[in-house]
């Protein structure tokens, strides 16, 4: 079974950039769709964007299209997703998830998660 780590989250101002990172360990990454979700407090945990193996097939949730980017390095078994104008209701936990088979964005099709992320930002 695959093991996902997330990274690169942190406190930013409204308008600022991050770029989130899934590293991969176990399994065979290539093979695994993966999911970027999100939960803020009280809130559900929700989808933002996920990637299929091979990097063609993406989806976006329309609450980040434009501003959010998802990509992968099947070489360095990492999956990217680039936060571009961020925005106080961006602030949450992110998750990144693997699933064999295609891309899907319900929590109950994702059979690994990671530890998740904190991503702030400020007004």
């Known amino acids: 079974q695959v093991h996902l780590v997330e990274s690169g989250g942190g406190l930013v101002q409204a308008g600022g950039s991050l770029r989130l990172s899934c590293a991969a360990s176990?399994?065979?990454?290539?093979?695994?769709?993966i999911g970027w979700f999100r939960q803020a407090p009280g809130k559900e945990r929700e989808f933002v964007a996920a990637i299929g193996w091979s990097g063609r097939s993406t989806n976006v949730a329309d609450s980040v299209v434009g501003r959010f980017t998802i990509s992968r390095d099947n070489a360095k078994n990492t999956v990217y997703l680039q936060m571009n104008s961020l925005k106080p209701e961006d602030t949450a936990v992110y998750y990144c998830a693997a699933r064999s088979g295609p891309i899907r964005t319900e929590t109950t099709e994702f059979a690994s998660w990671g530890q998740g992320t904190q991503v702030t930002v400020s007004s």
């Open positions: 176990g399994g065979t990454f290539s093979s695994y769709a």
